[in-house]
């Protein structure tokens, strides 16, 4: 996921390594939003 690689990049950038689990937030329902539009919130937590 091009996203998730992003976010490592940038972590490791200002010195920092993900530690613990991934998860996600979604804003949108997929049932309802066209795939385009959908709005997600990724969350690491980095050490």
């Known amino acids: 996921?091009?996203?998730i690689e992003r976010m490592k990049f940038f972590a490791e950038q200002k010195g920092l390594k993900?530690?613990?689990?991934?998860h996600e937030i979604y804003l949108s329902d997929p049932r309802r939003v066209d795939?385009?539009?959908l709005r997600t919130i990724?969350?690491?937590p980095v050490k």
Request: aromatic share 8%.
């Open 35 to 37: 795939p385009k539009k």
């Open 42 to 44: 990724l969350r690491d």
């Open 18 to 22: 993900f530690h613990g689990l991934h």
């Open 1 to 3: 996921m091009k996203t």
